[in-house]
């Protein structure tokens, strides 16, 4: 069965230090990958997405970068947080074929301070 | 622009009660809708989808989809306690494996 990881569960960092959330697959190959952020009291917004090794798609225009060295990893990176940075991150995989649902991976909660 | 939208609620259903859920979609060209329960603090975990006109029933959940009038709810049968979370619905338009999703509907099963 596939599961999905992200680390750090949780992280609290000043403005203007950098970041780095790691999210990995396991128990599938070639998957889409994605990055969401959950801020409080609001609904899912899509930061990037990639459907493969190296291909990565900005959904939003901001401070924050992914990138997919291997397969199964998705890592979300800033140079330089701000306070609106804060929130709940989700990395979620979904299939390629007929499947279209996402699964999430247990999300990273940043407090940026 | 592609929207999903679902009252924010609170809906509040006392137990064994049935919760309906409602959400409507912009996009007429989507083809394949979820349903995802968020618990407080936690991710979202996908409880159902459905890609045709009909019902799809599993367990104490039915999810609807109605094409024409472009809407997609769930029903919560028997309703407990442990089913108070946000659900969220997310609709993939066709062809595309982006999602837009609502910002969800909080539920709360009072005993």
């Known amino acids: 069965s596939q599961t999905i990881h992200q680390w750090p569960a949780t992280l609290v960092q000043p403005v203007g230090s950098p970041l780095s959330l790691e999210c990995t697959v396991e128990?599938?190959?070639?998957?889409?990958l994605y990055w969401y952020r959950q801020a409080a009291g609001r609904g899912l917004q899509l930061l990037f997405y990639?459907?493969?090794?190296?291909?990565i798609s900005s959904e939003v225009p901001q401070n924050l970068s992914a990138s997919r060295p291997q397969d199964r990893q998705f890592i979300l990176s800033s140079k330089k947080l701000l306070l609106s940075d804060s929130g709940f991150y989700l990395c979620?995989?979904?299939?390629?074929?007929?499947?279209?649902?996402?699964?999430f991976g247990p999300g990273t909660r940043l407090t940026v301070t | 622009q592609k929207e999903v939208e679902q009252n924010s609620g609170p809906l509040s259903v006392p137990e064994g009660a049935i919760a309906s859920l409602n959400c409507t979609y912009s996009?007429?060209?989507?083809?394949?809708f979820f349903w995802y329960r968020q618990y407080s603090g936690k991710s979202p975990e996908l409880i159902m989808f459905?890609?045709?006109?009909g019902d799809k029933e599993d367990g104490r959940f039915t999810a609807q989809l109605n094409k024409a009038s472009q809407y997609v709810s769930l029903l919560i049968r028997d309703s407990q306690p442990s089913d108070s979370a946000t659900y969220l619905c997310?609709?993939?338009?066709?062809?595309?494996?982006?999602?837009?999703f609502g910002r969800g509907t909080s539920l709360i099963v009072h005993p």
């Open positions: 459905i890609y045709s006109n």
């Open positions: 128990g599938t190959s070639n998957p889409n």
């Open positions: 990639s459907v493969g090794i190296g291909q």
């Open positions: 997310a609709v993939f338009p066709g062809g595309s494996y982006i999602p837009t």
């Open positions: 996009d007429r060209g989507s083809q394949s």
């Open positions: 979620a995989w979904g299939g390629r074929l007929a499947s279209y649902e996402q699964y």
